[in-house]
């Protein structure tokens, strides 16, 4: 199996980087909060991006149609008891 890594100072490969992206990291600052990747020396920020940008992340198609990207959140109590 080929390897081909995005980040070297963590290892994070182009394979972590687009499942990060299918579980909805969209943009480089996510994928580093998941990877640590681009968090170093930052060379890889841009091949992070040309990833991303390659429709590696399903709520791109979304986004560019104008439509919401995020879950919609239930709410189970009314602000007035949560406080």
């Known amino acids: 199996m080929d390897r081909v ?8 490969t182009e394979a972590q980087v687009k499942k990060h ?6 943009t480089p600052r996510q994928i580093a ?3 640590k990747a681009g968090t170093d020396c930052g060379s890889c920020v841009r091949h ?15 986004m560019d149609k104008g439509a919401p990207v995020l879950s919609q959140v ?7 008891e949560a406080a």
Do not use: K, M, T
Request: aromatic share 6%; proline share 5%.
């Open 33 to 35: 909060s998941a990877s």
């Open 48 to 62: 992070i991006q040309a990833l991303l940008g390659r429709g590696a992340c399903p709520r791109r198609e979304l």
């Open 74 to 80: 239930p709410v189970s109590a009314s602000l007035d």
């Open 5 to 12: 890594y995005v980040c070297n100072c963590f290892g994070v």
């Open 21 to 26: 992206a299918e579980d909805g990291a969209c």
